[in-house]
């Protein structure tokens, strides 16, 4: 079982950034894949960013290929979410999720966090 928990959500300009932070619980969070999501009001669902249990492979959307970083830190139970120039677009809530699989589907995902906002205006 593992219980997720973000922060850093917030209200930002367009170009500026915000850092995300996922804390886990439990003693097997080095055994898992973290993946980010989000989902703008209406829409589904959508895949941002995932990395490998061990952090040596990562994976983005083309959406934020270049503008956002996916990383972890084992020993402290946290993956984060660095994200630089963001765009009116990006709004949306974002939530992390564990997998014991690499993947971009939210359904091979069996443990999510609650969610965290993030506005960007223009």
């Known amino acids: 079982q593992v219980q997720l928990a973000e922060s850093g959500g917030g209200l930002v300009q367009a170009g500026g950034s915000l850092r995300l932070s996922c804390a886990a619980s439990?003693?097997?969070?080095?055994?898992?894949?973290m993946g980010w999501f989000r989902q703008a009001p209406g829409k589904e669902r959508d895949f941002v960013a995932r990395i490998g249990s061990s952090g040596g492979s990562t994976d983005y959307a083309d959406s934020v290929k270049g503008r956002f970083t996916i990383s972890r830190d084992n020993a402290k139970n946290t993956v984060y979410l660095q994200m630089n120039s963001l765009k009116p677009e990006d709004t949306a809530v974002y939530y992390c999720?564990?997998?014991?699989?690499?993947?971009?589907?939210?359904?091979?995902?069996?443990?999510w966090g609650q969610g965290t906002q993030v506005t960007v205006s223009s």
């Open positions: 999720a564990a997998s014991r699989f690499l993947s971009r589907g939210p359904v091979l995902y069996n443990y």
């Open positions: 439990g003693r097997t969070f080095s055994s898992y894949a």
